[in-house]
């Protein structure tokens, strides 16, 4: 979470949107397609549009999609799961995985 760690402490108000922006994303995307690896490259440049540039969005699209089904209200491990592998295991870009990697572990999915 370093990019919007680093974003927040240099005063970007525009985090909170990034991340509305990308839990919508993720809402409109199917995560019982079978292939759903592929759909999401193909998605990743959509969160970089929306949700802060490159670096940043790759950031917010590994974390947000594990944190949509792993929070406190109601945890799914398994949808969680299945964007993590997903991510990890698909053809994004390295640092989307390396991103999803760090969400893994810290959602205990891996």
């Known amino acids: 979470m370093y990019y919007t760690q680093q974003e927040l402490m240099n005063g970007n108000i525009e985090i ?3 991340y509305a922006n990308a839990k919508k ?8 397609n ?4 592929k ?8 969160f970089d549009l929306l949700c802060g540039g490159r ?3 790759k950031e917010i699209m590994a974390w947000s999609g ?7 209200e109601e945890s ?3 949808s969680a799961r ?16 390396q991103q999803a990697r760090d969400a893994g572990k810290y959602f205990k999915l891996n």
């Open 55 to 57: 670096d940043l969005a």
């Open 66 to 72: 594990m944190m949509l089904y792993m929070n406190e």
């Open 34 to 37: 079978v292939d759903l690896s």
């Open 76 to 78: 799914n491990v398994e």
């Open 82 to 97: 299945k964007i993590y592998n997903a991510l990890v295991k698909g053809s994004c870009a390295t640092d989307v995985k």
């Open 39 to 46: 759909k999401l490259i193909h998605k990743q440049s959509e």
């Open 16 to 18: 909170a949107k990034y």
């Open 25 to 32: 994303l993720w809402e409109e995307i199917d995560i019982d």
